[in-house]
């Protein structure tokens, strides 16, 4: 009996010393850029080789990079070039509130500068008109089509990301 009560000891005291017992409960409870690279990763996931030019995160492959066709990145490469992209990003947006330059650097990261540059989400920000809800929601087309799983991503980013 007394081992009995020494193994369970033993066992909740593991149970507590490890890492998942001080996980975090929430996405809220992390840095908003954490968020962000949290739900570009959700919706991008890890690209194949065979989603050339894309790599990574949906990474894509510019001239004189150093990526070649029908090579995986690891998560670790593919984490660390999202990170650094989406800094590049966001430092596009250096004169909008902190969390508004966060917003138009994930959906830059998405659509891409000059198409953020060219919204009514950029322009709305920036005369200080804080209701863009609908105008960023509105970008999720697919080759001239509406996308469902855009329009998720959208109103996630909107939801997790934007403060009014």
Known sequence: MRRLVM??????TL???TPAAHARKSIMDLPPFERAVLIIKKFETLHRPCH??????GH???????FRRGVQLTE???DALLRRDLRK??????DFRPDDALLLGV????CGPGVVNKSGVYRRLKSGNRDIYKSYTSHCRYKGKFHKQLHQRRITEYLILFRK
């Open 7 to 12: 193994f369970f000891v033993a066992l909740l």
């Open 15 to 17: 149970a507590a010393a």
């Open 52 to 57: 050339w030019p894309a790599v990574g995160y």
């Open 60 to 66: 894509m492959v510019q001239p004189g990079e150093p």
């Open 76 to 78: 670790r490469q593919a």
């Open 89 to 94: 990003f966001v430092a596009l947006y250096v």
């Open 107 to 110: 959906l830059a990261y998405n």
